[in-house]
């Protein structure tokens, strides 16, 4: 079962820089899983085909300095989560 499922809970991809900020990595929030990358492209590549195999997911890019440059949602949110 994709942790998606859990209570109606989203699978969250994080697509950040590295420590040194030389290397990108795609994590799963709340997870184990963590695949690094030379190219940003292609680590935002790998987190939206995973979050597309999630019912409900999420993938949130993030800058070189770390902060949020976008978030992309898939899947349909349950009606019980207000907003």
């Given at each position: 079962?994709?942790?998606?499922?859990?209570?109606?809970?989203?699978?969250?991809?994080?697509?950040?820089?590295?420590?040194?900020?030389?290397?990108?990595?795609?994590?799963?929030?709340?997870?184990?899983?963590?695949?690094?990358?030379?190219?940003?492209?292609?680590?935002?590549?790998?987190?939206?085909?995973?979050?597309?195999?999630?019912?409900?997911?999420?993938?949130k890019?993030?800058?070189?300095?770390?902060?949020?440059?976008?978030?992309?949602?898939?899947?349909?949110?349950?009606?019980?989560i207000?907003?």
């Open positions: 079962m994709a942790s998606g499922d859990k209570n109606n809970q989203r699978t969250v991809y994080h697509v950040s820089p590295d420590a040194a900020a030389e290397r990108w990595v795609v994590s799963q929030e709340n997870g184990d899983f963590k695949r690094e990358f030379d190219r940003k492209e292609d680590a935002v590549e790998l987190a939206k085909k995973k979050a597309q195999f999630d019912r409900i997911s999420q993938v890019v993030h800058k070189n300095d770390g902060s949020m440059e976008y978030e992309s949602t898939y899947g349909e949110d349950p009606r019980d207000p907003g």
